[in-house]
């Protein structure tokens, strides 16, 4: 048998891994803070790939839950920076909100609506825990404007690096979300029957051979993407960088004192004096 294992945050191996009901309601009970005997049922909402807009090329597979009481909740996992997270995921909380009433429902129809963000980079600098969870609060009081919108933040970089006995029930599945090796999925699964029920689906997943194309294709198109916004990044910083070369010898050539061209330009005067040797 092959000892190949999907990482669990690659949001295809995710999203299976939440079909197993009991994988379901340990990772929901972990990160609300529930017992899990409270959660009676939970079902997937949504079984395919949502895109953003027509020509999406990467599109969201995100994982929208509709728990018993009808709280509805929706967990994606981003694998590269995106420092407008924040506004994002409450475009998407607001729309799950607002999607919930009809023409001609009273607002008393609406539901509690729950943003799970797992991210594998850091979004809250100066801040080192891991987990954060946010409601719309008074400024000063710090009571509760509404209960009806609430988000989660799982910060993968932040994880303690060694795994402590008594580590909270979200912090071990976080640090399965992020595992990649076997040693490491037995010492988790270990300490939490969810968990294992998690990571039994992950085996049986990863050597469905269907799967494993579906897997691997999902995981180069986010990797394909991820390239092509750093490509495009490096040719912006490049263009940028040239402009401002043009922009120096543009100066150089009208006889601009070369300490002020330092200033305007942020080169450095040994940079600026090579330049001379290019103007003709």
């Keep these: 048998m092959s000892n190949f294992l999907m990482k669990p945050k690659i949001d295809f191996a995710f999203k299976e891994i939440m079909n197993d009901e009991k994988a379901r309601t340990g990772f929901l009970s972990a990160v609300l803070k529930l017992d899990p005997a409270d959660i009676k049922s939970t079902r997937i909402l949504n079984p ?111 994880l303690p690096t060694e795994l402590q006995e008594n580590s909270s029930r979200v912090e071990l599945w976080a640090k399965f979300i992020n595992a990649e090796e076997t040693e490491e999925f037995n010492m988790i699964a270990e300490k939490d029957p969810y968990i294992k029920s998690a990571y039994d689906q992950l085996q049986i997943i990863s050597q469905d051979e269907q799967k494993r194309l579906e897997y691997e294709a999902r995981e180069k ?11 495009a990044e490096l040719r912006g910083k490049q263009y940028g960088e040239q402009r401002i070369r043009n922009t120096a010898q543009k100066l150089l050539s009208l006889g601009v004192d070369i300490n002020i061209i330092a200033e305007s330009t942020n080169l450095s005067i040994t940079e600026i004096e090579a330049l001379k040797n290019d103007i003709i």
């Design 48 to 158: 395919y790939l949502r895109q953003t807009h027509a020509d999406d090329k990467l599109g969201i597979l995100d994982v929208r839950i509709l728990m018993n009481d009808d709280t509805e909740i929706d967990t994606e996992i981003q694998l590269s920076e995106l420092m407008v997270w924040s506004d994002r995921s409450l475009f998407y909380a607001a729309k799950m909100y607002t999607d919930q009433i009809k023409p001609g429902q009273k607002y008393n129809i609406f539901k509690k609506c729950v943003s799970i963000s797992i991210l594998d980079f850091v979004l809250f600098e100066g801040e080192n825990d891991f987990y954060s969870c946010f409601h719309i609060l008074e400024d000063t009081r710090h009571f509760k404007y509404t209960d009806k919108m609430e988000f989660h933040v799982i910060e993968l970089p932040k």
């Design 221 to 231: 198109a986010i990797l394909d993407y991820n390239q092509g916004i750093y490509e």
